[in-house]
């Protein structure tokens, strides 16, 4: 048998042990904490570098295509622009055709009353 002396001492043995493990599961948590954490910041640094990357090739992508855009809506500009000259171009040549052919009849109206004239005083 075990007298109480032994028996206290046992116990307080026993105590130790427990705030031993006690503490050491404190500072085991803590440890898992900081390295989840420091797991957690390096994760989010790199999600905002991809996210970052994805958002500057978005950019670049954007930017690509408004140029594409920009060059199609100058070629369309263009076309439109030539179409525009075309029309005034036959406008401008139709109206000299129109003031040729008017010269031109009213020079054979002349001439048919010139010879209509010399058929007369002919007679």
């Known amino acids: 048998m075990y007298d109480s002396s032994e028996f206290k001492e046992w116990q307080l043995k026993m105590k130790e042990k427990e705030n031993e493990e006690i503490l050491s599961n404190q500072v085991k948590k803590k440890i898992e904490i900081e390295l989840a954490n420091d797991l957690f910041k390096e994760a989010r640094d790199e999600k905002l570098k991809q996210n970052q990357m994805n958002v500057e090739k978005f950019k670049e992508f954007m ?8 060059e199609q809506e100058l070629e369309e500009l263009g076309s439109k622009m030539e179409v525009v000259r075309e029309v005034r171009e036959t406008r401008h040549n139709g109206q000299n055709e ?3 052919l008017v010269r031109e009849n009213h020079k054979l109206k002349q001439q ?12």
């Open 63 to 70: 930017g690509e295509k408004r140029q594409w855009r920009q």
């Open 98 to 100: 129109k003031n040729r």
């Open 112 to 123: 048919m009353k010139n010879e209509i004239r010399e058929n007369i005083i002919l007679k």
